[in-house]
């Protein structure tokens, strides 16, 4: 058991840094015409004091907000993680996708908006 949950820590990791790298970069790329707002899903955390290192470790810089109570995550309707909104201009939810996305989704659906 203790083998499967340091690969799955692992595994989560590697997928989280490969999220991150993409997000940024598509943030750095499109930050002039896109807002990205990352939502921590606060009360799925076991602890609080852990989501700034977090922040910190993967040099995330685009605005994070936290979901303390689980409402945001109930009133978008997030049951896999990462979850991607895409909102226009309107606040209209125009694309959802569950699950890590590459850049090139992310692209091609900034540029479907």
């Not at 940024?24 to 002039?32: I, R, V």
């Not at 707002?37 to 685009?62: A, H, M, Q």
Request: zero cysteines; glycine letters at 6%; charged letters at 25%.
């Amino acid at each position: 058991m203790a083998i499967e949950a340091i690969q799955f820590q692992n595994s989560l990791r590697q997928i989280i840094s490969v999220f991150r790298i993409r997000t940024k970069q598509f943030y750095e790329d499109f930050q002039k015409d896109t807002v990205i707002l990352g939502v921590n899903l606060t009360s799925t955390e076991e602890k609080i004091e852990d989501i700034r290192p977090f922040i910190e470790e993967f040099g995330l810089t685009f605005t994070i907000v936290l979901d303390e109570e689980g409402d945001t995550m109930m009133d978008y309707g997030v049951i896999a993680y990462p979850t991607t909104y895409f909102i226009n201009e309107q606040g209209v939810i125009r694309e959802i996708f569950r699950g890590a996305i590459n850049y090139e989704i992310m692209q091609n659906t900034i540029g479907a908006l």
